[in-house]
Each structure stands twice: as structure tokens, then as C-alpha cells.
């Protein structure tokens, strides 16, 4: 009997900011270049009712999970479709930190779009990536748009985890 070889997965978080479709673009070339399996996350916080009732809490809940979910697929739906990978897309509830790590225990590697922090909430809250850093059980890749720049540049959060995958892609 053959033993069946479990095809690795690429995390990637995805909210249809330019920085995270970057990411997805990114994660889909080192995917196809892996033979990897695609698992697009996209997260969102609950939504804040104006009332108490339990009842008006669930309507804004659902619509506000059916607005990230149709945001994101209107972006990510044709990328995912042309590069004709084996992905899954899954909208969580939650921080995208939080939702990434319980999401990537199996992962070979997370891709995260990172945007250059402005304005003074910027100097008390850390990026997606900086939360993800020594959280993670995968290497952690931070990818960048700069304006003005074509494409994107992607930047090895965890060196020592990603060298070890970039070693075993390589392969």
C-alpha cells in the first residue's frame, strides 16, 4: 500500500488592503513553486451593536461577517482561480493574530501584509506581524508595498524557521 505524502499549507491573511493582497500574490507564487496548498484567512472583530437585544446582536454579527466575506472574494477570488492552486478561504471571527496562530499549527509557512505604521495609535499598537513573532510554530513572512514601487518585497520575519523552509522547498 502507498503511504500518501500530506501536501504542505501556506497561510496567508487577507483583508483587501493593498499590503494584504501583496501577500496573497506572494504566498500563490511560493505555493505554486512548493507544490503547497493554499489557506486564505480572513478575520474579522465583532460588530457593535446599537442595542442590548440578543436579536439585534446576531442581525449585526451576520452582516458583518457576510461584508468581510464579500469584500475579501471579490479581491481574492480571481488571483485564487487564475493560479488554479488548491486553496481554502475561511472568515473567522477574532483578532487576526489570535486567528492565524490557531490556523497555521499545521502550516509550513504565514504570509502577512504589513503597511508602514502612521499616526500617533501607530507608536502603542504593534503590527500583525510584530504579534505574530515567537507565536507562531511556522516561519513568518512580512510582505511590503512601497509606493511608488512596483510589486512587492517580502521580508523573513523568523530567519532561522524560514531557512529551514526555504531549504526544504528548495529541494
Not at 74 to 90: G, T, V, W
Request: glycine share 6%.
Amino acid at each position: 500500500m502507498e503511504t500518501q505524502i500530506e501536501q504542505p499549507i501556506i497561510v496567508v491573511g487577507v483583508n483587501a488592503t493593498p499590503e494584504s493582497l501583496a501577500a496573497l500574490d506572494w504566498a500563490i507564487t511560493w505555493a505554486q513553486a512548493c507544490d503547497a496548498r493554499l489557506r486564505v484567512i480572513t478575520a474579522y472583530n465583532p460588530a457593535n451593536p446599537g442595542s442590548d437585544a440578543a436579536g439585534s446582536y446576531l442581525n449585526a454579527m451576520t452582516k458583518h461577517e457576510a461584508s468581510a466575506r464579500a469584500r475579501t472574494a471579490q479581491a481574492i477570488m480571481p488571483r485564487l482561480r487564475s493560479s488554479r492552486l488548491r486553496y481554502d478561504h475561511i472568515v473567522a471571527l477574532g483578532e487576526i493574530d489570535t486567528v492565524l496562530d490557531t490556523l497555521s499549527r499545521d502550516a509550513m509557512l504565514a504570509v502577512v501584509g504589513s503597511s508602514k505604521p502612521t499616526g500617533w495609535f501607530a507608536r502603542f499598537r504593534r503590527s500583525t506581524a510584530q504579534r505574530l513573532v515567537g507565536r507562531l510554530r511556522c516561519p513568518l513572512v512580512s510582505v511590503t508595498v512601497d509606493e511608488g514601487v512596483p510589486g512587492a518585497s517580502a521580508k523573513s520575519v523568523d530567519t532561522a524557521k524560514a531557512s529551514r523552509v526555504l531549504a526544504t522547498a528548495s529541494r
